[in-house]
């Protein structure tokens, strides 16, 4: 039996749901804040799996009956301190940023392209020849190399005369021995 649509629920369902969004608002933009802009910067992975069980809380919050406001709040500022601590024990700890934190990942060495890296990425041909063409590459040898960043996003280094071990910027991206120049 199909169940009645429920179209309204009253001027004080109405009323506590209005409370409820502002409070929620209210609550992001502190946490935005004190957390810092990394909570809505471009994310990685760790940052994007905090926004989005964030967003749910939030979302709980305002329209679940069952789940109490202060429940949800409560959840969000537990998230909000985990986030700010764990990003504080990577700053400082090379092994927690390694548990933490995906390496970039290596993609295409002068124009040749990685398919161990793109296979284990999940990153296609496709995906790097569209990298190449909004950083105004028409070809893949124009490109020293494509970097998978741990945003997700494709970095481009175009072609230059500059050796593997001299690019200071790709020291935290693994290349492997057999194309180190």
Known sequence: MAEAINFWSGWPRMLEIAGNAFLFYVLIIIMVRLVGKRTTSELNNFDWIINVAVGSLAASGILLRNVATLDAVTAIIVLAACQ??????????????????????LLTHKGDYLRDAMERTRISE????????????????????????????????????????????????????????
């Open 84 to 105: 700010y601590l764990t990003t504080r024990m990577v700053q400082q700890s090379e092994t927690a940023a390694d548990v933490v934190k995906a390496e970039p990942t």
């Open 126 to 181: 496709e995906e790097i020849r569209s990298a190449l063409r909004q950083n105004g590459i028409t070809a893949n040898a124009d490109a020293n190399w494509v970097v998978l960043e741990t945003n997700g996003e494709l970095s481009v280094i175009p072609r230059q005369d500059v050796r593997w071990g001299d690019a200071e910027a790709l020291s935290d991206v693994h290349c492997p021995d057999d194309l180190k120049d």
